[in-house]
């Protein structure tokens, strides 16, 4: 089954990412110089290429659900 990403849990691992990316780590796609580190997490959000993932913990049974 295929679990849909809350808008809060979208909106949590785009500032994650835009943070790593703020502080040194290297963008997963080709940056230009108009790119935010928002932007650019924004980007990679879309093509499924942040490797994040987001673990729901739900009476006791966690599920981790990949952002790929």
Do not use: C, W
């Amino acid at each position: 089954m295929d679990e849909k990403l809350t808008k809060y849990e979208i909106t949590r691992i785009l500032s994650a990412r835009a943070e790593q990316i703020s502080f040194g780590a290297p963008p997963l796609l080709r940056a230009t110089k108009e790119d935010t580190a928002y932007g650019l997490a924004e980007k990679e959000f879309l093509k499924k290429t942040i490797p994040l993932a987001v673990i729901r913990n739900h009476n006791g049974i966690k599920k981790i659900i990949s952002v790929n």
